[in-house]
């Protein structure tokens, strides 16, 4: 008996012990700040809602308002010349233009959220308001919504690089 509880307490000591461990040096081993994602359908509204308030300025002969957000796109230049989100300004244009952004929710998106998430974490390093579009633009066309050329005219066309990855029905899968 003497030993069953021996080896009882061991084990409980070595899972506490080892709870602590991670607790402490998750920390270290993290990639990063914690970022909030946003959703397919709330970053849908968000543009829509942006979208129908600059059109309301402007039938009224008025500046459309600022919006309290950005959307980033954090892709290659190849990809940004095949599509993106409509309303998107690239990373480029973004740091190239940091000041008129300053104060506004930057809303990062890639092809499938990892870059985006990497440029998320970034940019809260720095002290800015970010979000990350986990689904990105994968997600964005998952869900069947229009894409754009940097010219604005509408596409189905979406830069994947691959194979890997998939895109759905009516939309054209570009790989180089």
Known sequence: MNR????????????????LASAQFSRLFSS????ETIQTSDLQQ???????AAEKAKAAGETPPASDFVVVDVRSDAEIQV??????????EYEKNAKKYQGRTAIAYCLSGGRSKKYAQKLAGEGVK???????ILGWVEAGLPLVTVEGKPTRRVHTFSD?????????????
């Open 164 to 176: 890997r990855y998939s895109v759905p029905a009516g939309y054209e899968q570009v790989t180089q």
């Open 4 to 19: 069953t509880f021996t080896f009882l307490a061991l084990l409980l000591l070595s899972a506490i012990s080892s709870q």
């Open 46 to 52: 968000m543009l829509s809602e942006q979208k129908q």
């Open 32 to 35: 990063g700040p914690a970022i």
């Open 130 to 136: 970010v979000k990350n579009y986990q689904d990105s």
């Open 83 to 92: 599509s993106v989100i409509p309303g998107s300004i690239t990373k480029a």
